[in-house]
T-cell receptor, first 111, second 113 residues
Framework: QKEVEQDPGPLSVPEGAIVSLNCTYS??????FMWYRQYSRKGPELLMY??SSGNKEDGRFTAQVDKSSKYISLFIRDSQPSDSATYLC???????????WGAGTKLIIKP | EAGVVQSPRYKIIEKKQPVAFWCNPI?????LYWYRQNLGQGPELLIR????????DSQLPKDRFSAERLKGVDSTLKIQPAELGDSAVYLC???????????FGPGTRLLVL
């Protein structure tokens, strides 16, 4: 079993919908949780960063961490065709900052 | 500010041939990473540099892969000889330190025939 599990999709939704992307993990030592967005033929770019549990909001994006359930989520409100990309979750501990990655979820926003 | 620069962007070679990838990190970033990303997977760390020192190379297949970061700035990753299974995207990333945000280059897409 992988340390970080992420549904690869694809997830296809109409423009304007609320999108929910999720990852589960097994290592309780993880303290830092990140969401990266990767467009086709580009490198990943950091979208959201959360330390420990709780919510963080940035514009249309909200990241949630539930450490008790070992579950993290990324919500996208008012989704746009430009949000179509692969979304990768990544996480690390506080003693070793090596990122452990999910496989990525391919998101398609239909106009 | 310029981002992480990688070259070439694409490379097609025959198996058993050598290949090299180059990376220039963001200015001032001491930490440099090489990752390999297979199709439909997240990036897999190959090696991490702190300045010119390789501090984490446990995932680097040392029989055929080598890397260097002379003068603690740009870096080269080499494969010799390449195998069919090496076909992947090779990503370079840099950060101010290992605890800071990693910034990625566009990657080099390698196809081994």
């Amino acid at each position: 079993q992988k340390e970080v599990e992420q549904d690869p999709g694809p997830l296809s939704v109409p423009e304007g919908a609320i999108v929910s992307l999720n990852c589960t993990y097994s290592n309780s030592a993880f303290q830092y949780f990140m969401w990266y967005r990767q467009y086709s033929r580009k490198g990943p770019e950091l979208l959201m960063y959360t330390y420990s549990s709780g919510n963080k909001e940035d514009g249309r994006f909200t990241a949630q961490v539930d450490k008790s359930s070992k579950y993290i989520s990324l919500f996208i409100r008012d989704s746009q065709p430009s949000d179509s990309a692969t979304y990768l979750c990544a996480m690390s501990g506080s003693s070793n900052y090596q990122l452990i990655w999910g496989a990525g979820t391919k998101l398609i926003i239909k106009p | 500010e310029a981002g992480v620069v990688q070259s070439p962007r694409y490379k097609i070679i025959e198996k058993k041939q050598p290949v090299a990838f180059w990376c220039n990190p963001i200015s001032g970033h001491n930490t440099l990473y090489w990752y390999r990303q297979n199709l439909g997977q997240g990036p897999e760390l190959l090696i991490r540099y702190e300045n010119e020192e390789a501090v984490d190379d446990s995932q680097l297949p040392k029989d055929r892969f080598s890397a260097e970061r002379l003068k603690g700035v740009d870096s080269t990753l080499k494969i010799q000889p390449a195998e069919l299974g090496d076909s992947a995207v090779y990503l370079c990333a840099s950060s101010l330190s290992r605890a800071e945000t990693q910034y990625f280059g566009p990657g080099t897409r390698l196809l081994v025939l």
